[in-house]
């Protein structure tokens, strides 16, 4: 499959704000889940927030009231909003897609390249 494309790390210092960009390829025309992970070197991927057509967003509690999961059907694009960002959350963070080319087609599961995301203190 085709990879999801990320955008919007960056360095920024405690309290600021980064939102991040994760945009499928031409041709997909429904997002039916969205996911936000991140990792530390030397820790397990840990899931941040998600966003399904039936359940709608849930956030870790580590995230909630700071991170906000959004899409743009029309841009092909799902956004992390992050607020009141914390060196705790300096990782990479990815984006995991469960998307269709149509309704009569199969489900794809795509995976972004990762981006870095630095909270200076």
């Known amino acids: 499959q085709e990879q999801l494309v990320e955008s919007g790390g960056g360095l920024v210092q405690a309290g600021g704000s980064l939102r991040l960009s994760c945009t499928a390829p031409?041709?997909?025309?429904?997002?039916?889940?969205a996911g936000w992970y991140r990792q530390v070197p030397g820790k397990q991927r840990e899931l941040v927030a998600t966003?399904?057509?039936?359940?709608?967003?849930n956030y870790a509690d580590f995230v909630k009231g700071r991170f906000t999961i959004s899409r743009d059907r029309a841009k092909r694009t799902v956004y992390l909003q992050m607020n009141s960002l914390k060196p705790e959350d300096t990782a990479v963070y990815y984006c995991?897609?469960?998307?269709?080319?149509?309704?009569?087609?199969?489900?794809?599961?795509?995976w972004g390249q990762g981006t870095q995301v630095t909270v200076s203190s």
């Open positions: 995991n897609l469960n998307v269709q080319r149509g309704p009569f087609h199969r489900t794809l599961d795509l």
């Open positions: 031409e041709g997909i025309v429904i997002i039916n889940a």
């Open positions: 966003f399904t057509s039936d359940s709608g967003t």
